[in-house]
């Protein structure tokens, strides 16, 4: 995740923007850079990779300023390079930014046409451009800035700088959160708190269209027309572990919680609603990937469940035939596979050995080789003929949750596509299930809402020995990945199957000590679940159900119901996996694991 660090005030700033990027380092980073304005002109340094590098950068070629921006990026649009770092400079201005301007396109056009020319690929260099352009040294450079976003769709943390206010900078947001840390002649502009606790305990959290101008004794905060808006500070008395947290206790409780921003990332510019389409990067739709044949999804661990989930939905909406395996079962057992098939590999990392090794083959018979992957120009979508990129940001913990749900949501988007491409489904289902797809965020947050209840149950369940987890159709997915939620962080046994297949065997494990989660909201395959629960509470099993909203003869029946939206079958499982994944976590944490970094995984698994 790119992280943000602003100064304005009356210290040399480059050695407090660049101790502020350290702190922000955690979030992840391919590059980072420093701009200050300095006699009449703006001084810039950038670096590909560590910040070492730029730090090894300054002590060859040093800079000083009272004014300054610093940047950490993580890459969304355009490759991981120097070009393509921020800050971006053009004019008499640099710019840092954090989220997506969607129509980066139209206007990168715009500008060309007016005779700009640009240095990266990157959508924030938009920003600086009209920056310039709209700026008379008359009106000022705040008035810049509300023209230029203006023009701008998208979301953005924004901090610019401006060679003629050497002792202003101007922070804006737009949904990527940006704060402003208060100072005794200084202040500052950043992304998160961890950037700035070293400075300042005062803070005011700017919220959606603020545009802050800030001075070393001032802070004016307007709407994006200009009128004055007022926000108060507050204190915050966190030390610099719980700030990289954002106050939680371990990053995967932050990561949980970020979910409904991460899918509505993930969801950016790619959801023509009207249209009833799914609007694709260039490169994923010139693949037609719904003319193959059949389509290959290769995964390891909860990249693989989500690929199951993929089969279910886009078998069920473009009805072409999906096989999903395990990575390292298929990469050793002569898998057929040819030019008429696309290979997804589905990969968070974009690095697993096994994943890679599959793709690889694929590579070498001649498949169409599409990758959904959560790490810019890592190893598997370098490799790859197109990338759908999940925009879910650095995940820390190794438990993978914000990367499994905007894997879901790419998954969906893709079965939209292909679907609407084949004619499968009308435009106006398209436009319903997209609808549903952007309801998707708001109805987390209100489940995330339920956690202390879901720890409630947690304090109740820790002591079992071992966990039965099941569901039905795109629910047994969702069943899978609890079962391994539970088993990565609280070293319980879990298992789960198909709900179905449960009087096939393990219907012999049901007594009293043994907790069965059953995934059973109201779809095409709630009466049948329902005849399984039954037979589970015939066996004195104890039984903890997600259930839809208003379904009472469940919740009677269970020893814990939780609830989740009467909405479309196919976006269940965005709200079922909460509830696993919150299980999971407050078992965990109540047992006193080490959550974050549960013991024998890794995050990455780059050997076989
Ligand atoms: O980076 P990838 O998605 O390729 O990683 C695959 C698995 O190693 C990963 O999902 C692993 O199972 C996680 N620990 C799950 O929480």
């Not at 932050?254 to 389409?277: A, M, S, W, Y």
């Not at 795109?474 to 198909?498: D, M, Q, R, T």
Request: charged content about 25%; proline content about 4%; hydrophobic content about 40%.
């Amino acid at each position: 995740m790119c992280g943000i660090i602003g100064y304005v005030g009356s210290r040399d700033c480059v050695q407090i923007i660049q101790s502020g990027l350290s702190k922000l380092a955690y979030r992840g980073y391919d590059s980072a850079g420093i701009a200050v304005c300095h006699e009449g002109d703006i001084d810039l340094r950038r670096a590909h990779g560590k910040l070492e590098n730029l730090v090894a950068r300054l002590a060859l070629e040093p800079m000083r300023g009272h004014t300054g921006i610093g940047h950490t990026r993580w890459a969304t649009h355009g490759r991981p390079s120097e070009s393509n770092a921020h800050p971006h400079r053009y004019g008499r201005f640099a710019i840092v930014h954090n989220g997506i301007i969607e129509n980066f396109l139209e206007l990168r056009q715009e500008l060309i046409d007016r005779g700009h020319t640009f240095a990266s690929e990157t959508d924030t260099e938009i920003v600086v451009h009209l920056l310039a352009e709209y700026y008379s040294p008359e009106r000022g450079f705040a008035a810049a800035m509300h023209d230029a976003l203006r023009r701008v769709r998208g979301s953005y943390a924004i901090v610019a700088i401006c060679a003629d206010f050497p002792d202003e900078i101007i922070a804006a947001r737009q949904q990527s959160p940006l704060l402003l840390a208060l100072g005794e002649g200084e202040n500052f502009a950043a992304s998160d708190i961890a950037a700035v606790l070293a400075h300042s305990r005062q803070f005011i959290f700017l919220e959606d269209g603020d545009i802050a101008r800030i001075t070393p004794s001032s802070i004016e905060i307007t709407d994006i027309s200009g009128k004055p808006v007022t926000r108060a500070p507050k204190s915050i008395e966190w030390d610099i572990s719980a700030a990289e947290k954002q106050g939680y206790p371990h990053y995967m409780l932050k990561e949980i919680f970020e979910q409904p921003q991460k899918i509505t990332d993930t969801f950016r510019g790619r959801i023509l609603e009207e249209e009833g389409l799914v609007n694709l990067d260039e490169q994923i739709a010139a693949m037609h990937i719904e003319q193959s044949k059949r389509l290959q999804i290769v995964a390891c661990g909860t990249s693989y469940h989500a690929g199951l989930l993929g089969k279910y939905v886009i078998e069920s909406l473009a009805r072409i035939p999906v096989d999903v395996d395990v990575a390292s079962e298929f990469r050793y057992r002569n898998p057929i596979i040819g030019p008429d098939d696309c290979f997804i590999a589905i990969s968070q990392s974009g690095e697993t050995a096994d994943t890679y090794a599959c793709l690889k083959i694929a590579r070498e018979r001649g498949a169409k080789i599409l990758s959904i992957c959560n790490v810019m120009d890592s190893t598997i979508p370098r490799a790859s003929d197109a990338t759908f990129y999940t925009r879910a940001d650095p995940e820390i913990g190794v438990a993978s949750t914000k990367a499994f749900t905007t894997q879901l949501a790419s998954l969906l988007l893709l079965a939209i596509h292909c679907a609407r491409a084949k004619n499968t489904i009308t435009k106006d289902r398209a436009k319903s299930l997209l609808a549903s797809l952007r309801s998707v965020p708001t109805h987390m947050e209100s489940i995330l809402a339920h956690s202390d209840q879901v720890r409630a149950a947690a304090q109740k369940l820790l002591r079992a020995n071992s966990f039965l987890y099941l569901g039905r159709n795109i629910h047994y997915p969702i069943a899978l990945e609890g079962a391994l939620k539970l088993k990565e962080i609280s070293y319980i046994h879990a298992e789960a199957y198909p709900s179905g297949e449960m009087k096939h065997g393990p219907i012999a494990l049901i007594d009293d000590r043994l907790p069965v989660i059953v995934i059973a909201p109201k779809n095409s395959t709630y009466e049948k679940t329902l005849s399984n629960l039954q037979e589970v509470k015939a066996r004195g099993g104890r039984l903890i159900s997600i259930v839809t909203e208003g379904d009472d003869m469940l919740t009677r029946v269970s020893e814990y119901a939780f609830a989740i939206p009467d909405c479309d079958e196919l976006i269940q499982p965005f709200f079922s996996v909460l509830y696993l994944q919150l299980l999971a976590y407050h078992i965990a944490d109540l047992l006193g694991n080490d959550v974050d970094q549960p013991r024998n995984l890794a995050k990455s698994v780059t050997v076989e």
